[in-house]
């Protein structure tokens, strides 16, 4: 049986300065030595994408923006390989190469073993910027045991928090639903969360085996097979693009796939300690971001 491929991909648009942070780290935690292709899909390519990919020794390729629905599926229409990483410009990496290696060969094992469906990246507890599941999570549940390693800063949440109040037991009461699809995130503040929602969450070596009803799911930071990512997820955008709810006036992955179609399938998410986080820099599209220093308030 032939060993399966593995390669690393980056989306990215109009974002050079966060892109080469990116990069640099990359480069410098060598870990991308296990990869079989890496490759950047510019939106809107130009003369410094295309400088700043040969620069570092990536591939590339590109076209008119997308958004991030069609920019995702153009990339892994470009890749080749069985696995794919999925990127976008402002994800850094924040483990060591020994970690990363190791982190990243265990969840090709998972994906081939057919224990994991997607593989979420983002490290569990260096989250980076833009990351509500936690607080989201505290509207309606009390923690039982926080790990260790949880940073409050990251999340901007307080131990009052933690404590399970009155209005948290009617929202679970009113709300059932809503609070069922949140177990999953608890991921990212218990210790032991695969006791407290065993029904949801399962334990496989180190990492989390979520079940997709109690998981949300994310274009960040992803590891799948190239086949599930194009024929499943980017078909499934494709087929139900959710133009209510964009961004920048395109579709995007996490608006489209996030409802009862996301939740009955079952898809088994696999969450670790992770090894890349969120830090952008310039370039973004949402106005209120604080890399639009003209942001009118």
């Known amino acids: 049986m032939n060993k399966p491929t593995i390669g690393i991909g980056i989306l990215s648009w109009k974002a050079h300065q966060t892109l080469r942070q990116s990069l640099e780290g990359y480069k410098d935690n060598g870990f991308l030595e296990m990869f079989d292709e890496k490759i950047i899909y510019f939106s809107d390519m130009s ?19 997308e958004g991030i629905a069609g920019g995702m599926k153009r990339l892994g229409e470009h890749m080749k390989s069985d696995y794919i990483i999925l990127l976008q410009s402002d994800n850094p990496i924040c483990e060591s ?4 290696i190791d982190h990243i060969q265990s ?11 997607i593989v979420r990246l983002r490290h569990r507890w260096n989250i980076g910027e833009g990351f509500a599941d936690v607080s989201k999570y505290l509207k309606y549940f009390s923690v039982q045991k926080i790990s260790n390693d949880f940073l409050p800063h990251e999340h901007g949440v307080t131990e009052k928090q933690y404590l399970d109040t009155l209005v948290k037991k009617l929202k679970r009461f009113f709300r059932p639903l809503k609070a069922r ?32 009803s109690a998981m949300n799911f994310t274009d960040q930071c992803l590891m799948l097979s ?3 990512w194009l024929n499943v997820f980017c078909d499934y955008v494709d087929r139900h693009p959710d133009s209510g709810r964009s961004s920048g006036g395109f579709p ?21 300690r992770g090894v890349f986080s969120h830090d952008r820099h310039d370039g973004s599209f949402r106005s209120e971001h604080h890399t639009n220093k003209n942001n009118s308030k």
């Open 181 to 212: 699809h949140l177990r999953g995130r608890s991921v990212f503040i218990e210790e032991n969360p695969d006791q407290i929602h065993p029904d949801v969450i399962t334990k496989e070596d180190a990492f989390f085996i979520i079940d997709s």
């Open 252 to 272: 995007a992955p996490e608006t489209s796939i996030n409802g009862s179609w996301w939740r009955r399938s079952g898809f088994k998410v696999a969450q670790g």
């Open 97 to 100: 190469q020994k970690f990363t």
């Open 107 to 117: 969840a090709l094992k998972l994906l081939e073993n057919q224990t994991a469906d």
């Open 47 to 65: 003369d410094e994408d295309i400088a700043i990919a040969k620069q570092y020794g990536w591939g590339y390729a590109g076209g008119a923006n």
């Open 226 to 228: 190239r086949e599930t």
